[in-house]
């Protein structure tokens, strides 16, 4: 059975945990953002436009990462991640999205309860902030990356000679490598991915969580045997962390059409 949904105050001023920090970073949250942001509908955008103001759905995407030091919100740990174990069957991961996992975080539940409160309240400024920004964070490896390592913070890599971590690669470092802006990565995966929309449309949640959970899954299997070749690390890994990004905006996209219709 589903755990309660949580009571909305508990949702619109929840921080991140310390481990997990910035799922996909500044750059990739506004990416995302921006992706799903020129998959509007004209009239979702508009509504949206008006609660957020103009763009503000690409310049708020980061804010909830942000206020993670702010003595005026509660502490909380769990919301903007889910961690896993590996080795799950894909029957076992897609039962999650409605049995909550007791360990691991939150980040399901409150993005269930936050499509409840935005269902009855479509003006609710922080709640669609929120909602836009935990979506990204449903397609970010590293915030369904392992129970047992931090999600990958306790996974110590080295990146062009500095010292760093699984999960900060993922946050931002492999995107930081193309060296474009967000808005020119956004229309940069547009015009490499824009026509598989089709297709990405038609995935399911399920289907969309099991594709996040196979690539943490490899991402792992990878890191076993990797020789620390910063460059081949990118080259390896730059399509699927841009495909992550391109569903994740599309998705997003295809939900908020849904609710502002």
């Known amino acids: 059975m589903k ?3 949580v009571v ?4 619109v001023v929840i921080v991140p945990s310390m481990h997990h920090l910035y799922a996909w970073g500044q750059k990739g949250h506004r990416i995302v953002a921006q992706v799903a942001y020129d998959n509007l509908t004209n009239k979702a955008r508009k509504q949206i436009d008006a609660v957020l103001g103009k763009h503000g759905m690409v310049y708020l995407s980061t804010w909830p990462d942000e206020i993670k030091s702010d003595t005026i919100y509660p502490t909380s740990f769990t919301c903007h991640y889910q961690d896993l174990d590996g080795g799950l069957t894909d029957a076992e991961v897609v039962a999650m999205l409605t049995d909550y996992p007791e360990v691991g ?3 399901f539940m409150a993005l269930d309860s936050l499509e ?18 935990l979506y990204a964070d449903r397609f970010c490896p590293m915030h369904m990356a392992h129970l047992d390592d931090k999600g990958g913070n306790a996974v110590k890599m080295k990146w062009f000679g500095q010292n760093t971590n699984l999960h900060s690669v993922w946050d931002g470092k492999i995107i ?5 802006s967000y808005s020119e990565y956004a229309t940069y995966l547009h015009d490499v991915y824009g026509s598989k929309k089709r297709e990405v449309l038609k995935l399911t949640d399920e289907q969309t ?13 990878y890191q076993a045997t990797w020789n620390g070749n910063a460059y081949h690390y990118t080259y390896h ?3 699927p962390m841009e495909w992550q990004m391109y569903v994740a905006g599309v998705k997003l996209a295809q ?3 849904m609710i502002y219709k």
Do not use: E, P
């Open 237 to 239: 890994w730059t399509a």
């Open 105 to 107: 975080g939150d980040l």
């Open 209 to 221: 969580l099991l594709q996040t959970y196979h690539i943490t899954d490899n991402i792992y299997q």
């Open 255 to 257: 939900s908020l059409n």
């Open 8 to 11: 909305y105050f508990m949702i």
């Open 176 to 180: 930081d490598s193309k060296g474009f």
């Open 116 to 133: 409840v409160v935005l269902a009855r309240q479509k003006d609710c400024h922080d709640a669609l902030v929120f909602y836009v920004h």
């Open 3 to 5: 755990r309660l949904l």
